[in-house]
């Protein structure tokens, strides 16, 4: 995968999930259907961290569950750090 398709697909997935995190917030509001927590955790694993973490800053939602809390910064982590080893280990080759 080259470094721009990589680029361009965190964008994709990061705003994707920032905005799923918009809509749940909205639809909990209106008590209507939500967006499950694991679809909200798997879009960050996949690469939407930041996109999660944004949207629990900016709309207030989720920052008191503990999975998430304390999950979302762990998974943005292990995705650097992966990040990182894969960029380090196939530019010296």
Do not use: C
Not at 49 to 63: D, E, N, P, R, V
């Amino acid at each position: 995968m080259t470094n721009n398709v990589l680029l361009y697909y965190l964008i994709a997935v990061n705003t994707l999930t920032f905005v799923a995190y918009g809509i749940d917030k909205w639809k909990a509001k209106q008590g209507s259907w939500r967006i499950s927590e694991a679809t909200l955790l798997t879009l960050a694993v996949i690469g939407g961290s930041i996109g999660a973490l944004l949207g629990m800053k900016i709309w207030h939602h989720k920052t008191m569950h503990k999975k998430f809390k304390y999950g979302l910064p762990l998974i943005l982590l292990a995705q650097i750090v992966l990040v990182y080893f894969s960029i380090h280990f196939t530019s010296n080759r």
